[in-house]
């Protein structure tokens, strides 16, 4: 089981550098449960759950000012992910709704 955590921290890691690096101006995090996510994901975009928000931006993304686009399935979780980050001091966050509106906000949806 050990190896399989690692495993999934090392994606996650991976995900995260990839999405900052295709979208240097912004990190894109998806903050619906990972059995979501494993069914429907944007590939490259970082995962974490509403509630762990907080700790895991922090200790990836330590530059309060690292503008950082959230979104969930409507855009409940990702507006109290995006609280709770601004209530760590986090400039630059936004609720960009549901996960189709992250695709089209960044032209993503299908013709």
């Known amino acids: ?38 069914f429907d994901n944007i590939p490259g975009d970082a995962r974490f759950s509403h509630s762990d928000i907080v700790k895991e931006v922090t200790a990836l ?15 409940v979780r990702s507006g109290k992910a995006m609280e709770a980050l ?8 936004f609720n960009a709704g549901g996960i189709e509106d992250a695709r089209a906000q960044r032209g993503l949806l299908d013709e």
């Not at 950082?68 to 409507?74: E, G, P, V």
């Not at 601004?86 to 966050?93: D, L, P, R, S, T």
């Open 61 to 75: 993304y330590p530059d309060k000012n690292q503008e950082i686009r959230l979104y969930c399935l409507s855009g």
């Open 1 to 38: 089981m050990m190896f399989l955590n690692s495993k999934r921290i090392v994606v996650g890691l991976v995900a995260m550098l990839l999405s900052a690096a295709v979208h240097a101006e912004a990190v894109w995090i998806d903050t619906r449960s990972a059995a979501e996510h494993f």
């Open 86 to 93: 601004k209530a760590e001091g986090y400039q630059n966050v």
